[in-house]
Structure formats: structure tokens, C-alpha cells
């Protein structure tokens, strides 16, 4: 009775394969929770799909990929500081590429690892890391210099694009390594500016066709409660006569970590407002659906279960019933992640 995600592996690897077809030089992303599926999964879909580099977040991820049988490169996307001891110690490995994002770092490196792999990151309109573009290194001595990287915001602009990239060829001869273009803008650049492109490539990857995965809770427990009576760890007095349905996944797989939307509008605003207002009142809606509808929690989700309320005279379900349940791909953990 667990948090499960399933996935229709042939669809799912159809959907990969023709992204790769029309990404040429893409690099497969997995890192973190692995996108809800794990990190060694992915790399092994990565070897499957026969790509000849992975893109990881940290440098303690590496080892995870290659536990997994990922056998060729790494590229760590978070550059390297100095103190990071997992980091440096990976500066040695000939299957791994460092990002370096600052004069002192890339000094640092040439000094203590003067054949270390490494890409060097241009600051995007992002504001996250890098060189600033009027400012590039001169000189990386004799570290081995696998190219430039320019990580675009979201939906990232070709303008900005072969804006950075032509500055920084102008500065030195290199691979263009690149996220969050389109598809059709990444042709366009790919097949225009002169040198080897590749493009990192994560949630359109794993989680760009979404009919190919299902994210599915147990219904554990059905409990009759009456208007008034008290539940849960808080005590709480049912508000009517109805249910109280206990459903597998908790704060332990990361059910209801409200992710911070991004809030440009006034209506944005205006409805997490009205949502704070919901969770008040002690009725905030939940990700598990029962009968077709969201229902609410009947209190804050526990570290394996969620407390939810139906009410009426019908719960609608049985226990051990499989339920709905819709997660936040990149903060949900699964109890078990099946490709059938
Ligand atoms: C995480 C990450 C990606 C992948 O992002 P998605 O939006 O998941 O495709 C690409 N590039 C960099 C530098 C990243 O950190």
C-alpha cells in the first residue's frame, strides 16, 4: 500500500527517442529526486536511449549514475566553489565535466587539477551563475576545455542565445552547451553557428508526455465520524456527518509541499489569497482525487498518510482501492516507481 508512479515504458521511451531525434546533441538531465523517478533510473533510460553524456545537479550524484551502469560522461551542472570536497575530488575523473563560473574557481582549479575537464558558464539574463559576458576568462592554461555553457530561463529567447554564444566564441572556439530552448530555435542555432551544439534537456524529457505516467495512492482506511466529533493529531471536530478516508502518501514522499508559484499577475495573487483562506479554515484542498474530485484534508498530511474527508453518507471508495493522486514531479518521492 504505497505512493505509486507507473510508467508505460514503450510509450515513455517512443516519447524520448523522438526528442532525441529532434534534438540532436541533447543531454539527458537527471537530478535531484530524478524528476519522481530516481536518479539511477534515469541514467539507465540514458543508456538505453544511447546518448554519450548525462547532465547531474551536485557531484555527489555522479556516484548515484554510475551505480545505475551509466558508464560515460558526466557533466555536473552546479559549478564548483572552493570547500566543495566531493566536487574536487572529481576534478581527477576523466568521465567528468566541471562547471566553472568564476575567475577565482577557474584559477583555483588550474592550480590544483591543471587537466581537469571543464565547461565554462556564461551569467544568462537568469542572474543564477557565470561569467559575465564582457568579462570572459582569457585564459584556461592547460585544463582540458569542453565549451561554453548558457542556461536560459524558461521558455529562453534565441536572441539571447546566439547573443551569448557568439560572444563568447568570439573569445574562444568551443561546444555550446545549452538549456531551455525550443526545439525549433535550438535547429536554428544548431544548424547555423558553426560549432557543435548540445542542449540539456530534463522535464521535456521525462515528463513531456505526461499520458505515459500515472501517479496513483491506496486508499488504507474509511471511518465513519460524526458532526462534531474530534480527529487526527489536532483534534480537530468534524465540521458534518461524513468520512474520514486515510490514503497512502505523506509529507515523508513530499505530498503537499505547496510549490511557490510564480506570481506576475494580480488575479495570481488574488487566488493564493483565497487559497490561505481555504487552508484557515482548516480545509485545504488535497492532491488525492476520490469519485473524480479533490478532496479536502481532513488535517496537515502525516509522514506515510493523509487524513481526507468525504463527506455525505457514501465514501465512495474501498479500502485498498487505488486513487488518484497528483504530485509535484520534482519534490515527490514514490515508493515505488514501476515500468510496465
Ligand atoms: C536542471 C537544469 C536543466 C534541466 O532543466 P529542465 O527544465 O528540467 O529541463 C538544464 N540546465 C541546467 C543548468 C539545469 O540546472
Not at 135 to 155: N, Y
Amino acid at each position: 500500500m504505497t505512493l505509486s508512479l507507473t510508467v508505460s515504458r514503450d510509450e515513455w521511451r517512443a516519447h524520448q527517442r523522438s526528442l532525441l531525434a529532434d534534438v540532436p546533441g541533447m543531454v539527458p538531465v537527471a537530478k535531484g529526486n530524478g524528476y519522481g523517478f530516481g536518479v539511477g533510473l534515469l541514467a539507465q533510460e540514458s543508456s538505453e536511449l544511447g546518448v554519450d553524456a548525462l547532465a547531474v545537479g551536485i557531484a555527489q550524484e555522479v556516484a548515484t549514475t554510475r551505480a545505475a551502469g551509466w558508464q560515460r560522461d558526466v557533466v555536473v551542472l552546479n559549478p564548483w566553489r572552493p570547500g566543495d570536497t566531493a566536487a574536487t575530488n572529481l576534478l581527477a575523473d576523466p568521465g567528468v565535466i566541471t562547471m566553472v563560473s568564476r575567475s577565482a574557481d577557474l584559477e583555483a582549479i588550474k592550480r590544483s587539477h591543471p587537466h581537469a575537464r571543464v565547461q565554462l558558464e556564461i551569467q544568462t539574463s537568469m542572474h543564477r551563475h557565470g561569467f559575465v559576458p564582457d568579462d570572459l576568462p582569457e585564459d584556461v592554461g592547460t585544463l582540458q576545455f569542453e565549451g561554453w555553457s548558457i542556461h536560459l530561463p524558461s521558455q529562453g529567447s534565441l536572441t539571447e542565445a546566439t547573443r551569448l554564444a557568439g560572444t563568447a566564441l568570439a573569445h574562444r572556439e568551443g561546444t555550446i552547451w545549452l538549456s531551455h530552448l525550443s526545439v525549433a530555435d535550438y535547429q536554428t542555432l544548431h544548424t547555423t553557428i558553426g560549432v557543435p551544439t548540445r542542449m540539456r534537456v530534463g522535464t521535456r524529457l521525462w515528463l513531456g508526455a505526461p499520458s505515459t505516467i500515472r501517479t496513483t495512492a491506496n486508499i488504507l482506511d474509511i471511518h465513519r465520524i460524526r458532526r462534531g466529533e474530534r480527529l487526527g493529531y489536532h483534534q480537530s471536530r468534524a465540521p458534518r456527518d461524513g468520512f474520514i478516508i486515510i490514503a497512502s502518501g505523506g509529507t515523508a514522499h513530499g505530498i503537499s509541499l505547496a510549490a511557490p508559484v510564480p506570481q506576475r499577475t494580480l488575479r495570481q495573487r488574488g487566488v493564493t489569497i483565497a487559497e490561505g483562506v481555504l487552508e484557515a479554515t482548516g480545509r485545504t484542498l488535497s492532491p488525492f482525487s476520490i469519485g473524480g474530485r479533490k478532496r479536502a484534508f481532513a488535517e496537515p498530511p502525516h509522514m506515510h498518510s493523509s487524513m481526507l474527508w468525504v463527506t455525505g453518507t457514501d465514501p465512495g471508495v474501498e479500502v485498498g482501492e487505488e486513487i488518484p493522486v497528483t504530485c509535484r514531479m520534482t519534490t515527490t518521492t514514490f515508493d515505488e516507481v514501476t515500468l510496465a
